[in-house]
């Protein structure tokens, strides 16, 4: 079958005939019909993550997968359109049992640990699969930047206040998924583009000037001259953590969903007297993962997909790189 594989870092994907995927105990074989491409890929490509996960090459990447069935499995039949919950866990530790196995210690992530969906077929844990209907392509990024974005959401809703750093696909989601219950929200970023796009469907937005002296909080306060009850950092960058809490309402949350390796400097006191709260974003638990399916299915949100094909997946990287794309790059095999 043909494949994009991850042999090097800092070098192009290979894209090349490999094995048809081995089905281990538990698992099924799908038919892979379209493959997001997240900014954790891109990661990995260019070797920024190198020591930070347990990789080990050549492996092929992509965990964001809808797919079909190619026979029948246990709690699925041959045919069957499905989407991937990425992490796998151990199934017993207190994490894996609160239906989190994003947290678990040995947790395995399909396009990281175990070959992904950069190619025909792979095959998963059946287990981790949920039903889905409609286009693929739409579909794939709710394995990913969908999940998180709900996870980054939660018990958000009618009139907060939310600040949103960032204008990439989870950021998107988070921003439209908030619009729909009714949340105040309020979009940074520094692409025109990307901004332009989050008006067209209804996300006041502030654009951060790269030459501006100020950062993006400030550049945000200094537009709304307000303080919001939750800012989502969708960056993690040090433009955006920096000074980042200072937005915050009494009582605020700040919730990290990007992971630019930015560090956050914050005084005690700051956390104390206002009584601030700081949460990391990882994924999302598997009730996200149905949360997330069933919001979609209402029509909270658009994916905004940017489709490749498999042979085009490294002008697919640069384009994010260069930060051209607009929503979400799916590969389609």
């Given at each position: 079958?043909?494949?994009?594989?991850?042999?090097?870092?800092?070098?192009?994907?290979?894209?090349?005939?490999?094995?048809?995927?081995?089905?281990?105990?538990?698992?099924?074989?799908?038919?892979?019909?379209?493959a997001?491409?997240?900014?954790g890929d891109?990661?990995?490509?260019?070797?920024?993550?190198?020591?930070?996960?347990?990789?080990?090459?050549?492996?092929?990447?992509g965990?964001?997968?809808?797919?079909?069935?190619?026979?029948d499995?246990?709690?699925?039949?041959?045919?069957?359109?499905?989407?991937?919950?990425?992490?796998?866990?151990?199934?017993?530790?207190?994490?894996?049992?609160?239906?989190?196995?994003?947290?678990?210690?040995?947790?395995?992530?399909?396009?990281?640990?175990?070959?992904?969906?950069?190619?025909?077929?792979?095959?998963?844990?059946?287990?981790?699969?949920?039903?889905?209907?409609g286009?693929?392509?739409?579909?794939?990024?709710?394995?990913?930047?969908?999940i998180?974005?709900?996870?980054a959401?939660?018990?958000?809703?009618?009139?907060?206040?939310?600040?949103?750093?960032?204008t990439g696909?989870?950021?998107?989601?988070?921003?439209?998924?908030?619009?729909?219950?009714?949340?105040e929200?309020?979009?940074?970023?520094?692409?025109?583009?990307?901004?332009?796009?989050?008006?067209?469907?209804?996300?006041?937005?502030?654009?951060?000037k790269?030459?501006?002296?100020?950062?993006?909080?400030?550049?945000?306060?200094?537009?709304?001259?307000?303080k919001?009850?939750?800012?989502?950092?969708?960056?993690?960058?040090?433009?955006?953590?920096?000074d980042?809490?200072?937005?915050?309402?009494?009582?605020g949350?700040?919730r990290?969903?990007g992971?630019?390796?930015?560090?956050?400097?914050?005084?005690?006191?700051?956390i104390?007297?206002?009584?601030?709260?700081?949460?990391?974003?990882?994924?999302?638990?598997?009730?996200?993962?149905?949360?997330?399916?069933?919001?979609?299915?209402?029509?909270?949100?658009?994916?905004?997909?940017?489709p490749?094909?498999?042979?085009?997946?490294?002008?697919?990287?640069?384009?994010?790189?260069?930060?051209?794309?607009?929503?979400?790059?799916?590969?389609i095999?």
């Amino acid at each position: 079958m043909r494949a994009a594989v991850f042999k090097e870092e800092g070098k192009p994907l290979s894209l090349e005939e490999v094995p048809f995927p081995q089905r281990n105990d538990g698992e099924v074989i799908l038919k892979v019909r379209a493959a997001g491409i997240c900014h954790g890929d891109v990661h990995l490509v260019l070797g920024e993550w190198n020591g930070d996960l347990s990789i080990k090459l050549p492996v092929i990447l992509g965990h964001e997968i809808v797919g079909e069935l190619v026979e029948d499995g246990k709690r699925f039949k041959r045919g069957d359109q499905v989407i991937l919950y990425s992490n796998i866990g151990c199934g017993t530790c207190k994490y894996c049992r609160a239906e989190k196995p994003q947290y678990c210690e040995n947790v395995k992530v399909v396009g990281v640990q175990m070959n992904g969906g950069f190619a025909e077929y792979v095959s998963v844990p059946e287990s981790y699969l949920f039903k889905v209907e409609g286009d693929p392509i739409k579909l794939a990024p709710l394995a990913d930047a969908g999940i998180t974005a709900f996870n980054a959401t939660n018990g958000i809703g009618m009139g907060d206040s939310v600040a949103l750093l960032g204008t990439g696909a989870v950021a998107f989601i988070a921003a439209q998924i908030l619009k729909s219950r009714g949340a105040e929200i309020l979009m940074g970023g520094r692409n025109p583009a990307k901004l332009a796009k989050a008006e067209e469907l209804g996300i006041p937005t502030v654009l951060m000037k790269r030459k501006d002296n100020m950062n993006m909080s400030q550049t945000l306060f200094s537009y709304s001259q307000r303080k919001f009850d939750y800012v989502l950092d969708f960056v993690g960058a040090e433009s955006t953590l920096q000074d980042s809490m200072w937005l915050l309402s009494r009582e605020g949350e700040l919730r990290i969903v990007g992971e630019f390796g930015g560090f956050l400097n914050v005084p005690e006191q700051l956390i104390v007297l206002r009584g601030l709260r700081v949460r990391g974003i990882l994924y999302g638990s598997m009730n996200d993962m149905k949360g997330v399916i069933k919001a979609y299915e209402q029509g909270s949100f658009k994916t905004l997909p940017v489709p490749y094909k498999l042979d085009e997946i490294n002008e697919a990287i640069n384009d994010i790189i260069e930060d051209k794309i607009i929503g979400r790059a799916v590969v389609i095999p």
